[in-house]
């Protein structure tokens, strides 16, 4: 339950830096449920400037000597109740103590950031501290080169009246100190009117606190938590399977797209077309065209169709539409002259239910991955038609409306 920080840990967290540990210049430790800090960090990431240490079980600021390069620490909601162990931090700038338990009998102890001399921001809003309503005072009197105290700026006339206040301010906390018990207690566990449990905002009842959500998730996990034989693997395939030498080949709608597959107005080509988003990046699409076969992978889910008659690998074509986003593969017929007359296609174009199968064609098969997008100009069927790449002849003009002949001026040559 907790402990210390371990190099496993840090290399979890230093993906940014290639898992490069010695030159690592930010690191990340939130709920790592650490309870110390040891040198691990000082040997294995020596030029740290920016450390995020928060909402952890840390109760004292030590083995930081090695960090000559923290600019940033950040020790939010942990257990430290003194400042300590950072005169060798040298290029210190902003420390955050946020919700520790830094109370008045320790709070002299910030004078040792004297040392940090580049320190300009310091949190300790949080602290028992905090209460007593000449700590900001005090603190500026005794960092003066702090610029700025809870986020707020030091302004040069706060500065001087609390530089006028300090001996009253010394004399005041000495006295509290000496006549009130320490804030930090023991822990103790109470009841409010309620009947639920009340504990006092100490160190140990934060530990105590944090193990016990600890528990609980572990017990949600276990409960959560399913045999191998229940869990669901990922619908999700990473490329085209292999087709099985001898056995069923079947129509696939993984994605339960809304599907056309037509021959050309001219007869020469069948066209697929399948109505995809457009904010789809054609980069998740992949397509495998065979001679009886179209298979097409959009975004690891799996179309799979058969082609009524055998079409041409090589001359295949893919290309979308800069408006609908649709996805329009063109394969020409092997034998143009056999026509594709279809009727109506059964419901399994759409619903991908294994209902046809086929023996695997044994042919090379080719893969279309340059995806072209394209603007789907007017159909204009007298002339030519660029999605069926087909060339029709153009009307002719009625016999009684004949071409003007082409004339010249009759003019003699020049003698």
């Given at each position: 339950m907790g402990g210390d920080i371990t190099q496993e840990m840090i290399r979890r967290r230093s993906e940014h830096n290639e898992c490069v540990l010695y030159t690592m210049e930010e690191l990340v430790l939130q709920e790592e449920s650490i309870e110390r800090i040891n040198k691990t960090l000082g040997i294995l990431c020596p030029h740290l400037k920016i450390l995020y240490m928060p909402n952890n079980l840390i109760p004292r600021l030590e083995n930081l000597h090695k960090l000559k390069e923290l600019e940033y620490l950040n020790m939010a909601m942990n257990n430290i109740i003194k400042v300590q162990g950072l005169e060798k931090c040298e290029q210190l700038k902003k420390l955050d103590l946020?919700?520790?338990?830094?109370?008045?009998?320790?709070?002299?102890?910030?004078?040792?950031?004297?040392?940090?001399?580049?320190?300009?921001?310091?949190?300790?809003?949080?602290?028992?501290?905090?209460?007593?309503?000449?700590?900001?005072?005090?603190?500026?009197?005794?960092?003066?080169?702090?610029?700025?105290?809870?986020a707020w700026e030091i302004k040069p006339r706060e500065?001087?009246?609390?530089?006028?206040?300090?001996?009253?301010?010394?004399?005041?906390?000495?006295?509290?100190?000496?006549?009130?018990?320490?804030?930090?207690?023991?822990?103790?566990?109470?009841?409010?009117?309620?009947?639920?449990?009340?504990?006092?905002?100490?160190?140990?009842?934060?530990?105590?606190?944090?193990?016990?959500?600890?528990?609980?998730?572990?017990?949600?996990?276990?409960?959560?938590?399913?045999?191998?034989?229940?869990?669901?693997?990922?619908?999700?395939?990473?490329?085209?399977?292999?087709?099985?030498?001898?056995?069923r080949v079947y129509q696939k709608n993984e994605g339960g797209w809304e599907i056309k597959l037509d021959e050309s107005d001219c007869g020469t080509k069948i066209i697929l077309d399948v109505a995809i988003s457009k904010f789809l990046d054609t980069s998740l699409i992949d397509i495998d065209v065979q001679p009886l076969l179209i298979r097409v992978l959009i975004k690891g889910k799996l179309l799979q169709l058969h082609l009524p008659t055998e079409v041409k690998t090589d001359a295949s074509s893919a290309e979308r539409s800069l408006t609908t986003g649709h996805l329009v593969v063109t394969m020409p017929l092997v034998t143009p002259s056999v026509a594709?007359?279809?009727?109506?296609?059964?419901?399994?174009?759409?619903?991908?239910?294994?209902?046809?199968?086929?023996?695997?064609?044994?042919?090379?098969?080719?893969?279309?991955?340059?995806?072209?997008?394209?603007?789907?100009?007017?159909?204009?069927p007298s002339k030519h038609n660029p999605r069926t790449n087909c060339t029709y002849p153009a009307k002719s003009e009625p016999e009684g409306k004949q071409q003007p002949p082409s004339w010249t001026d009759d003019v003699p040559q020049l003698e």
């Open positions: 946020t919700l520790n338990f830094i109370d008045l009998q320790n709070l002299p102890s910030v004078t040792s950031l004297n040392a940090n001399v580049h320190l300009r921001e310091l949190f300790l809003t949080g602290n028992p501290c905090t209460d007593w309503d000449g700590c900001r005072s005090y603190v500026i009197a005794k960092l003066p080169h702090l610029k700025r105290l809870d500065r001087i009246t609390a530089l006028q206040e300090i001996h009253r301010l010394e004399e005041d906390l000495q006295a509290m100190n000496s006549s009130e018990e320490p804030i930090v207690k023991e822990t103790q566990v109470e009841k409010d009117e309620k009947g639920e449990l009340k504990r006092m905002y100490t160190p140990d009842t934060r530990i105590a606190e944090h193990r016990e959500l600890k528990e609980l998730r572990e017990q949600e996990e276990k409960k959560s938590e399913r045999p191998d034989s229940q869990r669901k693997e990922s619908t999700r395939r990473k490329g085209f399977d292999p087709l099985p030498v001898n056995g594709f007359k279809p009727k109506h296609f059964p419901d399994y174009y759409v619903t991908g239910q294994p209902k046809v199968e086929a023996s695997p064609p044994q042919t090379q098969v080719v893969n279309i991955h340059n995806i072209t997008n394209k603007e789907e100009p007017p159909k204009e």
